[in-house]
């Protein structure tokens, strides 16, 4: 038979007449390129082979890929490790897991796991979890889904330990917790507020000291709960806190949801953010309106027992001065000596009567002053002169400079600069310079009183000003007073719309300043 018979019987009915025949050199040709493109493949496949083990060991996360075991009845029973990476043994602490179970590695693993990965193989559906794994002391992040033919029942596992994580949030929440017990069962009521003045959290002592609930509170702002008559001094406060971050301290009254008043103590410190603006502010509120009712007994028996002392005091001194009067050179000195003590104490004993007064006139509102216009320079010059007489071992120095017309009450600003001129003696007792200044700043004048004295420390500047309070040491022990003088002072200056304050640094002396606005005829 020749090959034309050949390719005429292996011809088939609806094959193209026009395709070439098969030879055996097309044949190898066709060969060949299919050797060809299986070789390429098998590189391809190689190269893609290659990135996935470098992505697979570069991971931080741990990933395995198991085979599910199951018993007789269905139910997973274990699991054989078939891949793992390089991060597998730092995140479980099992040493050569290939080909091995986890019951053999981990003998005490908890039979969930099982039931779970058992759950992915039967049924595809992939779960994102985090779980316990006690007999490891882990707690992992795991992602895991199915791969391959179902039958192989094959699992992949993407894990993290993520126990120190936990260890985290669980001390944050017991610390959460605390705090929140802490707040809640403080005796002070404490707020956040923000800086339009709206209450945006309270514990629940605030309400109770109140009376209202924690959502009615939370719909109200501070100027809601403040009394009145203490608004402005309030604003003032909270904006310097708002523009400046300056935490500050206050008392003020507040009004319950009845009606009543109450008083409290404020502790107000901003809030600041990362870029460190103040957003917010906490307030620490104590009620001392108990405190503040006995100030007020107090108060009213200092008004009673100065009033009912001035009358005979009044006569004491008349006396005094009357028998001082009488004098002549016949009187025996012992006798001439005892009667100037007697006028000295006197003096000393009315004085105190005065500053008595003046406090209790302050604490009921009614110290009032009957201002006019002066030239300052005047009377600071007069009271320098008074203030010299009274030492003999100090040189007191008036530096004055031209000024603006002042309103202010010529007795009472007498009595501060007396004040401020007789403590700066007393508490430079070695001597020395007291140097009374007097200048212009914009539309205030200052006027500044300073000695070179013991100073006194930082922490008790602020105090300085309080009713009653007085610097203790060794040495001011020697020195005589009730604490009361620069409280009255304050007192005047503010009563002046003037600011009071000192400077002063232990073992180099103070200065004690005022400042006073100036004149103006709206004023």
Known sequence: ???????????????????????????????????????????????????????????????????VLFDANGQPRDYRFLKVNGAFEEQTGIRNPLGRTIL??????????????????????????????AALDRFYDVFAFRIGNPKDAQVAILFKDIAERRRREEALRESEENYRVIVNQSIAGILKVDLQGNIIFSNEQFCRALGYELPELLSLGINDIVYPDDHERNRTAFARLASAGEA????????????????????????????????????????????????????????????EL?????????????????????????????????????????????????????????????????????????????????????????????LP????????????????????IKYAPDGGDVIVRAESNGDHVRVSVRDFGVGMPKGVQDKIFDRFYRVKGATTEAVS??????????????????????????GEGSTFYFE?????ADS
């Open 481 to 506: 007073g009730i604490g009361l003088g620069l409280y009255i002072c304050r007192e005047i200056i503010g009563k002046h719309q003037g600011t009071m304050g000192v400077e002063s640094v232990l």
């Open 1 to 67: 038979m020749n090959e034309k018979t050949m390719a005429n019987q292996s011809a088939q009915p609806g094959d193209d007449a026009h395709d070439p025949p098969m030879t055996l050199e097309s044949c190898l040709s066709e060969l060949r390129r299919a050797e060809e493109t299986i070789a390429y493949q098998q590189r391809q496949l190689f190269q893609l082979e290659t990135r996935y083990n470098t992505l697979f060991d570069s991971l931080d996360e741990g990933f395995c890929i198991i085979e």
């Open 310 to 402: 001035k009358t005979p005091l009044t006569s004491i001194k008349v006396y005094g001065e009357i028998l001082a009067g009488l004098m002549d050179p016949s009187v025996p000195p012992p006798i001439a000596q005892l009667i100037t003590k007697m006028n000295v104490q006197v003096n000393r004993l009315v004085k105190l009567i005065y500053s008595l007064l003046n406090t209790s006139r302050i604490a009921g509102g009614e110290l009032t002053l009957q201002v006019e216009p002066i030239d300052l320079n005047l009377l600071l010059e007069e009271h320098v002169l008074q203030g010299q007489l009274t030492t003999s071992k100090h040189r007191i120095v008036f530096d004055g400079a031209e």
């Open 516 to 520: 006073l606005p100036v004149y103006t």
């Open 405 to 424: 017309l002042v309103a202010v009450d010529v007795e009472r600003l007498g009595q501060v600069m007396d004040n401020l001129i007789s403590n700066a």
């Open 104 to 133: 053999e590695a981990v003998p005490d693993h908890e039979r969930y796991w099982f039931e779970i990965y058992g759950q992915i193989a039967l049924t595809g559906e992939a779960q994102r979890f985090e779980q316990r794994a």
């Open 248 to 307: 500050y301290e206050i008392e003020k009254r507040l009004v319950r949801k009845d009606g009543e008043v109450v008083w409290v103590n404020n502790h107000v410190s901003p809030i600041f953010d990362k870029e460190g603006l103040v957003v917010a502010a906490t307030v620490v509120s104590i009620d001392i309106s108990r405190q503040k009712a006995l100030e007020r007994q107090k108060d009213e028996f200092i008004s009673i027992a100065s009033h």
